[in-house]
């Protein structure tokens, strides 16, 4: 066994000997942890792929990057979401996948998950090319793959961390009066005030967090500047006059309960007040009836960007019924 597979080996039985338990992950939220040999072959390309800057009134990178050559691998591999990149030819690879290392598409390079590989709370994404060679245009072949899947990872784990104490069991079966069920985390709080013009929001202080969902009892066409509209509307209505920045505005098509969804984010602006803040919504027709889900923060002075992912977290626990 060569030394890299030894300490693929090592980082498996890390902390197990003793105890019987596999120790848990560590790192921030929204960090990824890049383990390669190839950065400054493949830097670039991922920064590309997981930096992209999220419209905030201060705009942020969307995720963090931790970055660590193969011989970090005892200590970055007991971290929270790891992202390994190297060639089929790597003894890393290899004492990793094991023959699946083999197994690469026409395109000499695959994308493999591995949740819980070496320590409990923790995802792992393997990409494998060929040889060196195949990495960049790998990479590009499968940006909008590992680009979703890190949201994904970082959404569920957020999620866990946003209901790290539970849910408000009273709210959350509240809620499902109106039709459709969300889970409410513990000190948040429920307004309704507006449930008879189909609008209800919950929100959360320090920092100031909201998350409404609006419903009509019919489709809507899935166009980004009427649904903006819509929000606007809605905001003048029971937000004092908040409004979108347009030229602020990204969009992403996805899938959401199964059905096509916009995923919006973008920066909210209150002109009287002076205040601003990231937003992101969800918009999409179920069940011939059409849903708004979106999260807002306001956090001045700090970043906001962790707080947005916790407010979509709470969008995805949104259940129509």
């Known amino acids: 066994m060569n030394k890299l597979r030894r300490l693929v080996v090592s980082a498996l039985l890390a902390g197990i000997c003793c105890t019987g338990n596999i120790p848990k992950s560590f790192g921030r939220l929204r960090e990824v942890t890049v383990i390669t040999d190839y950065w400054e072959q493949v830097g670039r390309q ?8 999220v419209p905030t009134p201060q705009p942020e990178p969307e995720f963090l990057l931790r970055v660590g050559g193969f011989e970090r691998f005892p200590d970055y591999s007991k971290l929270r979401l790891v992202f390994i990149i190297g060639t089929s030819q790597d003894s890393l690879i290899r004492g990793i996948l094991g023959f699946r290392a083999d197994s690469l598409g026409e395109a000499g390079c695959g994308l493999f998950r591995l949740p819980n590989a070496w320590v409990s709370n923790q995802q792992v994404l393997v990409f494998v090319a060929v040889d ?16 979703w899947t890190v949201t994904e990872l970082v959404l569920e784990q957020m999620t866990a961390a946003t209901y790290l104490e539970g849910r408000d069991e009273i709210l959350t079966s509240r809620l ?27 929100h959360s202080h320090f920092p100031d967090r909201s998350v409404f969902v609006f419903w009509q009892d019919t489709i809507y066409p899935l166009v980004t500047d009427s649904i903006v509209s819509i929000r606007d509307w809605l905001c003048r209505r029971f937000y004092e006059g908040d409004s979108v920045d347009r030229g602020s505005v990204r969009v992403d098509t996805i899938e959401f309960l199964g ?25 999409f027709n179920y069940q011939e009836r059409f849903f ?16 947005l992912f916790q407010v979509e977290a709470i969008i995805r626990t949104f259940v129509p019924r």
């Open 132 to 147: 060196r060679t195949r990495l960049d245009s790998g990479l590009a072949l499968y940006a909008g793959r590992i680009h």
């Open 176 to 202: 499902g009066e109106y039709g459709f069920s969300l889970d409410v985390p513990k000190r948040w709080l429920l307004n309704d005030q507006g449930a008879g013009e189909h609008f209800i929001y919950i």
């Open 46 to 53: 991922v920064a590309a792929i997981l930096q992209v800057t």
């Open 259 to 283: 059905v096509p969804a916009l995923r919006v984010r973008g920066v909210w602006q209150n002109r009287q007040q002076v205040i601003g803040g990231p937003f992101v919504f969800y918009a």
């Open 292 to 307: 708004l889900l979106d999260g807002m923060v306001f956090n001045p002075g700090e970043k906001k960007l962790s707080n």
